[in-house]
């Protein structure tokens, strides 16, 4: 955690999975598996490797270096991290096969308790934690969302897989109802003291410019920081003005660069 805590913010991904070392897998999803780099019997640096490949933001040059061996048996993933830091990562693995599916530049944007002003709720709106009859319509909204951002379409290759994985989701999951009907969803990915993350918000196409998304993500701050989250964090695609402005509207402040990369 000291390792971690050089760059808290960009390793909030690796902090929730160093706390969840030990503890019993989520269900449907593998548990965490980390490697550190070591001087003598110092931790300089830290690689999460399932349930996907994260670089630690503090890591220099010759501790990154050190994990390429081990990145060899790694087929296929996700990559996140800082630009400068997952590009020369990424050309050691492009050059020993890997293809990139998905390669794009994302901002990372954060939130600080009371900074976000008064949201508006739409007349008929309803916000709460999914439930499992939610999960027809919750796997509909994850394959639009994946389709919307030009990622392969889960329902070609593995639908009962791809189902399994959005159950295994809906206890991090809170939902907005319109007049009864399920119109946005939103995920807390990283759930601790030290922050949240915010991950796969969507809103249903016809219920948008509507106030339901500014709504829903409030509601998902609200909840965070009545867990004692110290902030939310969230990115958004580059170049994804809409969503920019939303967030910056909302109170979000731009603190980083990233770059994703689905491999195979």
Same mark, same amino acid.
């Given at each position: 955690m000291a390792c971690l805590d050089r760059a808290p913010r960009l390793n909030l991904h690796l902090t929730d999975q160093v #706390?969840?070392?030990? %503890?019993? $897998?989520?269900?449907? *999803? +593998? !548990?965490?598996?980390?490697?550190?780099?070591w001087r003598g019997r110092e931790v300089v640096s830290i690689l999460g490797i399932q349930p996907?490949?994260?670089l630690?933001?503090?890591?220099?040059?010759?501790?990154?270096?050190?994990?390429?061996?081990?990145?060899?048996?790694?087929?296929?993933?996700?990559?996140?991290?800082?630009?400068?830091?997952?590009?020369?990562?990424?050309?050691?693995?492009?050059?020993?096969?890997?293809?990139?599916? #998905?390669?794009?530049? %994302?901002? $990372?944007?954060?939130? *600080? +308790? !009371?900074?976000?002003?008064?949201?508006?709720?739409?007349?008929?709106?309803?916000?709460r934690p999914a439930r499992l009859e939610d999960l027809d319509a919750l796997v509909i909204a994850s394959r639009e969302s994946l389709l919307e951002e030009s990622?392969?379409?889960?329902?070609?290759?593995?639908?009962?897989?791809?189902?399994?994985?959005?159950?295994?989701?809906?206890?991090?999951?809170?939902?907005?109802?319109?007049?009864?009907?399920?119109v946005f969803v939103g995920y807390a990915d990283v759930q601790c003291v030290r922050g949240c993350l915010l991950q796969g918000i969507y809103t249903w196409k016809d219920a948008r410019r509507g106030g339901i998304a500014a709504a829903g993500v409030e509601a998902l701050c609200q909840a965070a920081f009545a867990a004692g989250a110290d902030h939310v964090q969230l990115a958004v695609v580059d170049g994804?003005?809409?969503?920019?402005?939303?967030?910056?509207?909302?109170?979000?402040?731009r603190y980083a660069r990233l770059r994703t990369l689905l491999f195979g």
């Open positions: #706390l969840r070392l030990g %503890e019993p $897998a989520r269900r449907g *999803e +593998p !548990g965490p598996e980390l490697m550190g780099a996907t490949v994260v630690d933001a503090s890591a220099d040059s010759e501790a990154a270096a050190a994990f390429l061996p081990y990145l060899a048996g790694v087929g296929a993933g996700l990559i996140k991290g800082l630009e400068d830091a997952v590009d020369p990562v990424w050309e050691w693995l492009e050059a020993r096969g890997r293809r990139a599916i #998905l390669d794009r530049i %994302e901002n $990372a944007y954060a939130l *600080e +308790p !009371g900074a976000m002003p008064p949201v508006s709720v739409p007349a008929g709106a309803v916000f990622r392969p379409d889960p329902s070609v290759g593995d639908p009962a897989g791809f189902r399994r994985w959005v159950r295994s989701r809906i206890s991090r999951a809170r939902v907005g109802e319109l007049d009864g009907r399920l994804n003005v809409p969503a920019e402005r939303l967030y910056e509207g909302l109170g979000f402040t």
